[in-house]
């Protein structure tokens, strides 16, 4: 992005649209770093007004220290080796040599306990996004530019020590510079940085603002993946060849189809789901999957449609086993037309070609799905994700098989726990509100400095974890709300769709009430696309469905109130 490019977009910002504030944390002139940040953030939030807030030059402690302060927003830490020690940088001058190398180390050491020392003091407060330096120390001892000198060495540990402690905490997010290294463009910009205070190209400006403002506006993490099997997880055709004769290994040059096997693996076990859809003969398959050299264990995949029938079809069972949208799942298949077929019949859904004779791709191919299912942290949820699924295949299978629906809900022994969110926030609440759409009051979505803002402005935030005779579905719904004497106004109610037709919601309602002794409950209801089954909910407990305050009150609740047939606790 050119900068007059980025001064476009940011000439026009939508009326009514709520402020999102950035502040800026840096020791140097923001701009023009912050027109690209503002335009790029623009492109993540065209409906908000983005605010990029910056501080005094020079003192990045302070600007630290001010942003926790100050409670409003999100931070972005920029950190340069010039704001530890101006020596490390090129617009003060201050004494170079070996005789200057332990004095520059103690320097940073300070400054970066400083640095940690204020977020120690400062846990509870606002969300921030560290850049770790992105410009090159500078020549400050005499060694040849391919040596690493012992000080960058040690300045070097200092700062992923650094980097270490901070990012372990609850909210704070440290930057990769991954991506950066790969872009091909001058950094340093020596006459604005020393003309203007400003230390980055404006190329290289628009890039670091595209990754900072790519992490703040990330998508919520995407749900599954149905993948194709000859030529995808393995190298051959095992109709052909036999169930012996495919390989995922340099042996048999098929080295790639063995890093998508442990590349799937690690995400099964971090709770993304699998699939196959497989033009094939189920017998074989089934064997291929347990032959003991595989890397992706045939636990981890469900289900399997392994058969002769069109693969979108296959698709369209599986996402009805899933319970979940074409919007939320990546299909990957090494033939391109099955890779089209696919994309025509569900638009929504990302469909990918296996590139089995371009290794360049298939890397590039492990990246975009490492950025579209990654996660900072795993949690207990996700990877109960599959066994629900299973849990609830096998309910499903015993409605078909006869048993009614009711009898079924008092032979389940359900056990539904509610909890209230506490400081620092459990991160799987704003996950499910952000990447559920089904059971969605309103579909109203948070970005992380939003939903802290939100905890921290008063807002109370319920969460309802659920387990029965099928197994435990973990942290399933939240519900966030303000309340006012006996009445609480409900800005958020999420449901997973793995925990439908259990009564949660019910449940979740008759508990707020009683417990927390309430006579009315609003909910500020606003229908969407998908959002039906919420509508249905209203339904069922109100008898209205319009946009707007739809006012419940205790009486009318327990009158329309149907037999719940669970256990409600509340969290110890």
């Not at 504030?21 to 701009?31: C, D, F, R, W």
């Not at 065209?46 to 807030?53: A, L, S």
């Not at 340069?80 to 201050?94: K, N, T, Y």
């Not at 006459?191 to 230390?199: C, H, R, T, V």
Request: aromatic fraction near 8%; glycine fraction near 8%.
């Amino acid at each position: 992005m050119k900068l007059a490019d980025a001064l476009r977009i940011l000439q026009s910002e939508p009326r009514d649209g709520a402020e999102f504030a950035v502040h800026l944390i840096s020791g140097s002139t923001p701009e023009p770093l912050s027109h690209f940040l503002a335009a790029h953030l623009r492109q993540h939030y065209p409906e908000r007004k983005i605010r990029i807030k910056a501080g005094q030059f020079g003192d990045l402690a302070g600007n630290l220290g001010r942003y926790f302060e100050s409670g409003v927003g999100v931070g972005v830490l920029l950190l340069e080796w010039a704001d530890l020690d101006p020596r490390l940088g090129l617009r003060q001058a201050g004494g170079w040599g070996r005789a200057k190398a332990a004095d520059m180390e103690g320097s940073v050491c300070l400054r970066l306990q400083q640095l940690r020392a204020l977020f120690e003091k400062y846990a509870a407060g606002g969300l921030v996004y560290v850049s770790p330096p992105t410009l090159p120390l500078p020549a400050v001892l005499p060694v040849p530019r391919w040596q690493a000198s012992t000080l960058e060495l040690k300045l070097e540990e200092l700062l992923a020590a650094f980097l270490a402690g901070i990012g372990a905490g609850a909210r704070v997010r440290v930057l990769s510079g991954r991506k950066l290294e790969t872009a091909s463009v001058e950094r340093l910009d020596l006459k604005l940085w020393w003309q203007a205070g400003s230390p980055y190209s404006l190329p290289f400006a628009s890039l670091l603002a595209e990754q900072i403002a790519g992490a703040i506006g990330a998508p919520p993490r995407m749900k599954g993946i149905i993948t194709d099997l000859d030529e995808t997880l393995w190298a051959g055709i095992v109709g052909d060849a036999g169930v012996d004769g495919v390989h995922w290994d340099l042996e048999h040059r098929a080295t790639m189809h063995g890093i998508y096997q442990q590349f799937l693996q690690s995400l099964a076990d971090d709770g993304v789901l699998l699939a196959i859809a497989s033009k094939n003969d189920r017998s074989m398959v089934e064997q291929v999957l347990q032959r003991g050299d595989m890397l992706l264990s045939a636990a981890s995949v469900f289900p399997v449609e392994a058969h002769w029938q069109p693969k979108p079809e296959s698709a369209a069972r599986i996402l009805q086993t899933w319970n979940i949208g074409p919007e939320s799942v990546v299909f990957v298949d090494d033939n391109p037309m099955e890779v089209a077929v696919m994309k025509s019949a569900f638009p929504a859904m990302e469909c990918r070609q296996f590139p089995t004779t371009a290794p360049e791709k298939f890397w590039a191919l492990l990246e975009e799905l490492a950025d579209r299912f990654g996660q900072s942290v795993g949690s207990d949820e996700d990877r109960l994700r599959l066994q629900s699924i299973r849990g609830n295949a096998e309910r499903v299978a015993m409605v078909d098989e006869h048993h009614s629906a009711e009898a079924i809900l008092r032979e389940c022994a359900g056990v539904l726990t509610m909890l209230e969110v506490g400081r620092p926030p459990d991160p799987r609440a704003l996950e499910l509100v952000n990447k559920t759409n089904q059971f969605n009051l309103n579909g109203l979505r948070y970005t992380e400095g939003d939903w802290l803002n939100y905890l921290d402005g008063g807002g109370a935030v319920w969460m309802a974890a659920y387990g029965d005779k099928f197994g435990a579905l973990g942290k399933i719904a939240v519900l966030a709300g303000r309340r006012e004497g006996a009445r609480l106004n409900v800005d958020t109610w999420v449901l997973s769709c793995r925990a439908f037709s259990r009564r949660i919601e019910f449940a979740m309602l008759d508990f707020l009430f009683r417990e927390e002794k309430l006579q009315e409950v609003v909910l500020r209801y606003r229908g969407t696309e998908r959002n039906t089954p919420f509508r249905d909910f209203l339904a069922a407990v109100s008898g209205t469905v319009t946009d707007g305050e739809i006012r419940i009150s205790w009486e009318e609740f327990s009158s329309r109130l149907p037999a719940l047939h669970l256990t409600i606790e509340r969290a110890k």
